[in-house]
């Protein structure tokens, strides 16, 4: 029996089909809402003043929402399993489960590095961890089930290789920064051993796979018709990758540098991170303005309907922005900073304005359905 009728007014979907079909996707505005607190934070520099403010509000609403999210979740998979064993079979649905371990390692690189004054320090940096092992539960095993159901489930061809596929690698180079900022904080060196090994095997996982999934991406843009308006915000996740690479490396080496391994020295390590991290940089700029040219040309054309994948135009720039601040202070590049204020500023206001358009959805109903894109593959019961 269908929960709602295929054809039905999307203001009659029923609260049983809201459950049952909960994406997660929700996640993905934790992560981008996490990010620009982060973001606030790095360029405020102190614990004190209106953009430290912005950055404590937008850390808490990340958290507050992390949860919500998770209890609708949790309860979906007692009601609804049905539909997220449908999801599992999809090679482009499943990727979004990945972001569920981004908005935790977000979540838990704001209380590592946001000071928040009605949070006793303790009770901040306890939360932080619960948020990095569900990170890290959840991100390790989507990164080997994810590539298992797609590759064993008959069901991805060319046409399906969109920007969600990034969402899981991205995990891991999320997990790993998260990972090292939680050993700056840690007092035992043997522990800030273990984090070392454990965030240079993931980069060993996270880097290849990122590689591959750029060369997929890039042919099926090159060689087949742009995918449907409502996954036009998937161009922008392409611009993740880069961001979260760049902070997972240059945040490894004063964990280096604590753990006192003597494999390379930091120093001698930093010259070449730095060359690194600028080539990613300019990659990253191509693939932003790209992803915001083909982004213009939809809204103009075809009009792009109001999704949960909308706010995939906020963590990806996001994550580039932060990166940007991490570059102008190792380069010494005031220009860069500069650059990344504006980023800060313009993502902002697209914050504000998704942030509008998901409450409009809330209320008609229309963001909790399922976009149409993926409507022909997932036949309802």
Known sequence: MSDKPKNSPKNELTAQYILRWFSPRWFIFVMGTGALANIYQLIAGKPEGFLHSLAV?????????????????????????????????????????SAISIAAAICATGLFNVPISFIAKNFAHNLAVIFWWISFMVGIFFIFFTPFKVTSGNHARPRRALGFWFLAPVGLFVLVFTGNFWALHMTSQAHV?????????ILGVAIPLTTIIYTIVLFRALFYNF???????????????????????????????KSGVSIIAPDTLAPFIKVISLLLWGFGLWWLIYALITIALYMLKQRVPVTLGYWAFIFPPAAYTIATLILAKSLSLPLLRNFAVVLTIVFTLWWVVNFALTIRGMINKTIFDVSPTFKGDIPYL
């Not at 850390?59 to 609804?80: H, K, Q």
């Open 227 to 257: 995918p449907r308006r409502d996954v036009a915000p998937s161009f922008m996740i392409g611009v993740a990758p880069v961001g979260v690479c760049i902070v997972a490396i240059n945040t490894i080496l004063p964990v280096l540098g």
């Open 193 to 201: 051993k273990n984090i070392l090994f454990l965030n240079t095997l």
């Open 57 to 97: 509000f937008f850390l808490t609403l990340a958290i507050a929402v992390f949860f919500t999210a998770m209890v609708f979740l949790i309860v979906r998979f007692i009601v609804g399993m049905d539909c997220i064993l449908k999801e599992w079979r999809h090679a482009s649905l499943i990727q979004f489960y």
